[in-house]
């Protein structure tokens, strides 16, 4: 009997419970795939069930699914690869942040178009846990002692003091063990955050449930937080980490007010039962169905619960401990990215060095090492560096092929490298995988507005600044350049000190706005900008093409500069092609 039970649970998935998970995934409203992705999912599994899958091919589905003409090149159009992908990553992170009740969960394995129908463990991460070795007990390491006469001493007959040395220097051995370890940095994992929402009136409960269910699904897209969906499951692997990371739980409540929808919300730090912040997002429900509605209350939740600046990473930036490696030192190191200054970016850069030295597969801290690298400071990259931001950024998108974080680090090598059509592919990538997160549309912005796409980069960094505290950094500077090239010296000056930044560019945009306004602070602010960079009249070209500023844009900052008091040389703009 319990070798049927056991058969049972490991063999292959049947036809009908195949069948049944892809009719209840195709079901769920929380299953976000376009009808066209659902068709293709929907062709495969049939294929699959004929037993022809690998008769697919790109073609077949081009035609058969899609519509397309019998004339079709898969070589030339790549809306199938396109699309696949995205039906990939549909279903990886509907099973992420739901699994399958059922215990059966769909694959789509790359390479191939093909489905695969696999058994899951419900509401278990399917990554491995680490096995503990549990040393034996005494009474099995030792022969037992019952029925020895009391005060009596067991083989008498043997010479203990060799064995009394050995335990020594056992002992020694287990004590500079412990001080060893007693002086290794923590290692910082994500956060675990459960989710919890109610409806003010039970009219909305159905409004509610399926705007949690959309905020989970956002939140898992981000890879910056661990869920708990419920006491016992928690997605991203976080299962192993759990006991040792921080705990929150954000609690809300949805009211429906006339044509307003809004959640009230509060994130409570779990251990202590502190309220560390709480807050409001409205919408309109005027001109928009309740499903845009929805999206946007998402939208601006997720950002600020999950994004690099959200609230939660905020706290574990601050709260976590000085030198821990992980977590904390990427929340960090991104922060030193934005904010710029020598000594915390170096000692960002350590730290990041010292994560993958104990950690080689963590794909956040290469992704983050890697843009770390691979921006110019000051001058050109050193090549070595130029090489090796690309590596790891390669490395990260290899461990982790879902995170949004990778692909930017991606975009950013290949911009610098200057691949500009394969940085802005990676760009759309992750903004494919997480269009939520503000800082995609923030450095997609740049990366296109310095590519000469200058409208589709105001979009993206306007689009950046929605439902967010502050912009992003990249956001803030396109919107900035932007101002500048169209004369508007007074909002460029504006957005330029708003921007919490102080490197190269940034400065120059403060001086030269202030330059092209005839204000009395241009002066002031170039001598900062001198003391900072003393040698910039002289380098200024060179470092801005190094940054893969278009030419006018560099050359109209000089302008600005002149005109605050700077001398440039006349050859300095040509010397720097």
């Known amino acids: 009997m319990s070798a049927e039970v056991h058969d049972e649970s490991s063999c292959e998935v049947s036809r009908d419970e195949a069948k049944s998970e892809l009719e209840r995934l195709l079901a769920d409203s929380r299953f976000h795939a376009t009808e066209r992705q659902r068709a293709i999912l929907t062709h495969l599994a049939e294929r699959h069930f004929l037993g022809c899958a690998d008769s697919v091919k790109a073609y ?51 390479g191939r178009y093909v489905t695969d129908f696999v058994r899951a463990s419900v509401g278990i991460s399917r990554e491995p846990a680490t096995e503990l070795a549990i040393p034996n007990s005494p ?45 290794r940095p923590v290692y910082s994992t994500r956060p675990v955050v459960s989710i919890d929402i109610s409806a003010a009136d039970s009219r ?20 910056t937080l661990s869920l708990a969906t419920g006491p016992e499951r928690i997605t991203h692997g976080a299962r192993r980490a759990a006991s040792t990371a921080n705990r ?9 007010d006339g044509g307003d929808r809004s959640i009230w919300w509060q994130i409570i730090d779990v251990s202590s039962g502190d309220i560390l912040k709480s807050g409001v997002e409205r919408a309109d429900t005027e001109g928009q169905t309740l499903s845009a509605v929805r999206d946007e209350l998402v939208t ?22 000085d030198g821990a490696l992980g977590n904390a030192c990427v929340l960090r190191a991104e922060f030193s990215l934005d904010v710029g200054g020598t000594g915390s970016v170096a000692r960002s850069e350590g730290c990041l060095e010292r994560t993958l030295a104990d950690n080689p597969n963590d794909a956040d801290a290469a992704a983050t090492l890697s843009r770390m690298l691979g921006t110019p400071k000051v001058g050109d990259l050193d090549p070595a560096d130029r090489a090796r931001a690309m590596d790891l950024a390669n490395r990260a998108v290899a461990i982790a092929p879902m995170s ?19 940085a802005i592919q990676a760009g759309n990538r992750a903004l494919a ?3 939520n997160n503000p800082d995609v549309p923030a450095k997609l912005g740049m990366v296109l507005y310095l590519s000469g796409f200058k409208d589709a980069g105001v979009a993206m960094a306007q689009d950046a600044g929605r439902y967010v505290e502050s912009v992003p950094r990249d956001a803030a500077v396109v919107l900035a350049l932007e101002a500048y090239q169209k004369k508007n010296w007074s909002q460029a000056s504006l957005l330029s000190e708003q921007v919490n930044c102080s490197n190269l560019l940034v400065q120059a945009l403060r001086a030269a706005s202030l330059g092209q306004l005839g204000s009395d602070q241009a002066k002031e602010r170039l001598a900062d900008f001198r003391s900072r960079n003393p040698q910039f009249e002289v380098t200024f070209a060179k470092d801005m093409a190094a940054q893969r500023l278009p030419q006018e844009i560099y050359a109209s900052l000089e302008d600005g500069m002149k005109k605050a008091g700077a001398s440039f040389a006349p050859s300095a703009v040509a010397s720097a092609f």
């Open 60 to 110: 077949t589905i081009a035609v058969d699914v899609l519509g397309r003409s019998a004339g079709f090149d898969a070589s030339l159009d790549p809306i199938v690869r396109i699309e696949v992908s995205r039906l990939r990553t549909a279903v990886g992170q509907y099973y992420e942040a739901f699994g399958s009740p059922n215990g059966v969960s769909i694959e789509l394995p790359k």
């Open 139 to 183: 009474e099995e390491d030792v022969p037992s002692q019952r029925g020895a006469l009391p005060g009596a001493l067991p083989f008498s007959g043997i010479d203990w003091r060799p064995h009394a040395a050995i335990a020594a220097v056992l002992v020694a051995t287990i004590v500079a063990g412990v001080s060893i370890y007693g002086t």
């Open 204 to 223: 909305l409960k159905d409004e509610a449930d399926q705007t949690r269910d959309v905020l989970l699904t956002a939140l898992t897209q981000f890879r």
């Open 248 to 256: 929150y739980e954000i609690s809300m409540k949805y009211y429906g």
């Open 300 to 321: 601006a939740l997720a950002r600020h619960f999950a994004a690099n600046g959200g609230v939660i990473n905020n706290i574990e930036m601050h709260d976590s401990a």
């Open 404 to 422: 949004d974080r990778a692909q930017i680090a991606l975009m950013m090598a290949r911009f610098y490298n200057g691949r500009t059509e394969a």
């Open 433 to 435: 995988l997480n269009p």
